[in-house]
């Protein structure tokens, strides 16, 4: 809480020269009372200066005060006191200022004690001593001054000639509060939100943070409005928000001036408008703001809301810079190495890059790890490049996660070591790193030496496909083609080496003992046309026709419109979603088989276009699929790929029609009959599962 020590010495130096208020005189004229004062008269003198005062004429003031203090007026030697302390119609004297508020003090006036107790707090014309301060304040607090209040809050809260406490500091706080004091009441605020002192609640942080903007305490007004922005304390609402920012702002807070500036240039709850950020960033960066300075660089660097103009930039860049902003540092480093504004110069970048680096700002580190591999505006120097990756990847920069993980899985600059690559990839990985996901899904296919783990691998080449890689796509495609042909040649084979010797030919053996795999496999060939077919896939989709298990006419149909539904097929419970019919006519095969087909074609769809969709399964010439099947499916395919938060729940809806909805780590899907012969489920959760059905349940039965 150094921020609030700083504002309490500040706001009771200022507090302090405040305009005593006017003292009841009797109906004298000025003639009358100069003559009562030139005559000695202690209160026409005091009563003169006062005069004097209002009139602004403050050495004729200070004589008469000085001449009315003498005599002992208490309020005449308070108000010489503050003459001296501020230099106000005499030379500032703070022994005279502290001598004339003891003298006052000593007869109960109380906003001289107070003074006298802000003067041994500050040990300013006495020496510094917080016991008195204490002792002072609470004989002024005594007498309900405001000020003093707040200074015993300052003192218990700092533990300044007491020992601290929070509670007692808060309760003195709410004492000047209570009475409009707009400083406590903007203390009182900060307790609530941090539970200093009192329990932690932002409802009465916000209520007293509102009292004290509506008082036009600046920094209250810009946090109410951050409250109202982010719905903290208080419902959200960007009317109100954008209200007290811009009072905040228009008032000379720049921590205001800088919000409005970001929220401008971001369009966060308003219309983007550069030429406002630009305004507010300005107003904050002229009053020294270092990231307000950096922000107005920025926009002059990409001419947004200006004129672009690169002098311009470096010049605010710099400015905040030279303040120690370690995020302006990189930026410069990345100007310098990327050549904006036509300014290459990779030594400058590399100095740039390590005064951010050393400061801990993450980007530079990498940027610096980087040039050390690249041997660019320093010398090459792979040990210090993973040196400085390491920096940056223990702040969890997943570049240089990646990149560490690649020296170590290679032995570049590290001592090899494979399985410290893979935390590093699986740090990177778990923050949407392409390079990283793709690299563990081969790692976990079993190549470089690794223990295979064929559902991580496929998990995560997964992760890296549905963000577009190319290459992920592509591995995907190639591994699946190969594992099921090979364990479907493998099975083919198996089964006839064993039963020829009953006088079977290979081929019979094969159809006769694993129809249901080409039903399977076949199907799925089938179902994902015009998919790319191997080889392979088309020579048992040939055989699985031949045999009389598929027909041509089995397939998977994309409707976009509800409407489009077959009039037989009543609309499912997702209608917004594009919906998936299969149209099975499959001879002699099962209805978890025609429960794959759906799901492989929605699965294909899903993977190809990022979106949920509807799932309609017609069951009608095999009414023998249930509710338990769809279970047992889903539960074992989820299973096998670890996923054990799951949680069926039933349900019954109109017409006594069950309902099942499966959680699958919280998420739910609906499962329901739609017209007793067809079941409609959303793909997602069937796309989690499908890979490990279609090869588990349609080969790892036949072993």
Same mark, same amino acid.
């Given at each position: 809480m150094n921020k609030l020590k700083i504002s309490a010495l500040i706001i009771l130096s200022l507090m302090l020269f405040s305009f005593h208020p006017a003292y009841s005189q009797e109906e004298k004229t000025f003639e009358q009372l100069t003559l009562s004062a030139e005559q000695g008269d202690a209160q026409a003198q005091y009563d003169l200066g006062f005069k004097y005062h209002t009139e602004e004429k403050y050495a004729e003031a200070a004589k008469w005060y000085l001449k009315s203090a003498n005599q002992g007026n208490a309020k005449a030697q308070d108000r010489i006191g503050d003459y001296y302390q501020f230099g106000v119609g005499v030379e500032k004297d703070m022994f005279q200022a502290a001598d004339w508020y003891s003298k006052a003090a000593e007869q109960g006036n109380s906003s001289a004690q107070v003074s006298l107790g802000i003067l041994y707090y500050n040990g300013q014309g006495i020496e510094k001593n917080y016991q008195k301060a204490m002792y002072w304040y609470q004989k002024s607090a005594l007498q309900g001054s405001i000020k003093a209040q707040y200074g015993i809050a300052v003192l218990y809260e700092f533990g300044l000639g007491v020992e601290k406490d929070y509670k007692k500091a808060a309760e003195w706080y709410e004492k000047a509060a209570e009475r409009g004091d707009t400083t406590s009441q903007y203390q009182l605020s900060r307790y609530y939100s941090q539970g200093v002192g009192v329990p932690q609640s932002d409802e009465e942080a916000f209520a007293w943070l509102l009292k004290a903007a509506k008082n036009n305490h600046v920094e209250a007004q810009n946090m109410v409005g951050n409250m109202y922005l982010n719905g903290q304390g208080i419902g959200e609402n960007e009317k109100e928000a954008f209200k007290w920012l811009e009072k905040s702002a228009n008032n000379g807070n720049v921590e205001a001036q800088f919000n409005l500036g970001l929220i401008y240039a971001k369009g966060e709850g308003v219309n983007e408008d550069e030429f406002k950020a630009v305004k507010f960033l300005r107003s904050a960066a002229e009053q020294g703001h270092s990231d307000a300075q950096l922000g107005l660089g920025l926009q002059y660097l990409d001419g947004q809301g200006v004129e672009k103009d690169f002098n311009e930039a470096l010049k605010w860049i710099e400015k905040s810079a030279e303040q120690g902003n370690s995020q302006a540092k990189n930026h410069l480093g990345e100007i310098y190495y990327f050549g904006k504004g036509g300014n290459k110069d990779l &030594?400058?970048?590399?100095?740039?890059?390590?005064?951010? @680096?050393?400061e801990g700002y993450a980007k530079a580190q990498y940027h610096l790890g980087l040039m050390y591999v690249e041997g660019t505006g320093v010398q090459k120097d792979l040990k210090e490049a993973a040196n400085w990756y390491l920096k940056a990847a223990e702040q969890g920069y997943a570049n240089a996660q990646f990149n560490l993980a690649n020296m170590y899985f290679n032995g570049t600059g590290v001592k090899q070591d494979k399985e410290e690559a893979i935390k590093w990839y699986l740090h990177a990985g778990k923050q949407g790193d392409v390079g990283a996901q793709f690299n563990l899904g081969v790692i976990y296919r079993g190549n470089n030496g690794a223990k295979a783990d064929p559902e991580k691998a496929d998990a995560w080449l997964r992760k890296a496909a549905n963000q577009g890689s190319e290459k992920a796509k592509k591995y995907i495609i190639d591994w699946d083609n190969e594992r099921i042909g090979s364990k479907v040649d493998a099975l083919i084979m198996s089964r006839s080496m064993r039963k020829t010797g009953q006088g079977h030919s290979v081929a019979d053996l094969t159809l006769d003992r694993t129809g249901d795999v080409l039903k399977s496999w076949g199907l799925r060939?089938? @179902?994902? #046309?015009?998919?790319?077919?191997?080889?392979?896939?088309?020579?048992?989709?040939?055989?699985?026709? &031949?045999?009389?298990?598929?027909?041509? #006419?089995?397939?998977?149909?994309?409707?976009?419109?509800?409407s489009n539904i077959p009039s037989s097929v009543e609309k499912g419970p997702f209608p917004s979603y594009v919906e998936c019919i299969a149209d099975a006519n499959v001879k002699g095969f099962s209805a978890e088989g025609k429960f794959i087909c759906a799901m492989d074609e929605a699965q294909n769809y899903t993977l190809n276009h990022s979106k949920s969709v509807g799932v309609y399964v017609n069951m009608e010439e095999n009414p023998d699929i249930t509710f338990s099947t769809i279970r047992s499916v889903l539960t074992q395919s989820f299973h096998k790929r670890g996923v054990t938060n799951l949680k069926f729940s039933s349900t019954q809806s109109e017409g006594n029609t069950t309902i099942i909805i499966l959680f699958v780590d919280g998420t739910p899907v609906e499962i329901r009959p739609l017209n007793g012969k067809i079941f409609g489920f959303v793909a997602r959760a069937a796309d989690m599962a499908l890979t490990v059905y279609k090869m588990n349940k349609a080969l790892n039965r036949h072993k």
């Open positions: &030594n400058l970048a590399a100095q740039w890059f390590r005064k951010s @680096a050393v060939g089938i @179902a994902t #046309r015009p998919k790319v077919v191997t080889k392979e896939k088309k020579r048992f989709i040939q055989l699985a026709l &031949n045999k009389g298990f598929i027909t041509e #006419r089995m397939e998977g149909k994309l409707i976009s419109e509800p």
